[in-house]
C-alpha cells in the first residue's frame, strides 16, 4: 500500500507538491496512477508514471498545471500542482494503475491508501 502526503489548505493560484511514498515497489512497466476524489464524486484519475519514470500520461483536461514525476532512487512519486483552483479540492490517492488511453477508462488496481487531503480556498 502506497502512502500519500503533502496535502494542505492552498489559496487559489498556489501550488502544492504531494508524495506518494511506494516503498519495496520494483516493477518497472507498472503504472503508478495519482486519483482525486471530490465529495460525493467517483475518483477521477488525473496522471499516472510507468514505474521506470520513463513514460507518462495525462488526463487531458489537466496537462499543463499537474506534472508526475517519479525519484526511483527515494521510491517516490510526485505530483505537483499549481495555480490551484478551488475545484482541484479532494483527497488525493496514489495506486498501481492500468494507465491506458483516456483518463475515465485507468483501472486502479489493489488497495486504497489514505489519500491526502487538498482543500483549495481562500
Known amino acids: 500500500q502506497f502512502m500519500e502526503s503533502g496535502g494542505g489548505l492552498v489559496q487559489p493560484g498556489g501550488s502544492l507538491r504531494l508524495s506518494c511514498a511506494t516503498p519495496g515497489f520494483t516493477l518497472s512497466d507498472t503504472y503508478i496512477g495519482w486519483f482525486r476524489k471530490a465529495p460525493g464524486k467517483q475518483p477521477e484519475g488525473i496522471s499516472c508514471?510507468?514505474?521506470?519514470?520513463?513514460?507518462?500520461n495525462y488526463d487531458d483536461a489537466k496537462r499543463g498545471r499537474f506534472t508526475i514525476t517519479r525519484d526511483i532512487a527515494a521510491n517516490t512519486v510526485f505530483l505537483r500542482i499549481i495555480n490551484m483552483k478551488p475545484e482541484d479540492t479532494g483527497t488525493y490517492y496514489c495506486?498501481?494503475?492500468?494507465?491506458?488511453?483516456?483518463?475515465?477508462?485507468?483501472?486502479?488496481?489493489?488497495?486504497w491508501g489514505q489519500g491526502t487531503q487538498v482543500t483549495v480556498s481562500s
Open positions: 495506486i498501481p494503475t492500468e494507465c491506458a488511453g483516456l483518463a475515465r477508462t485507468w483501472v486502479p488496481r489493489g488497495a
Open positions: 508514471v510507468r514505474g521506470d519514470g520513463r513514460q507518462t
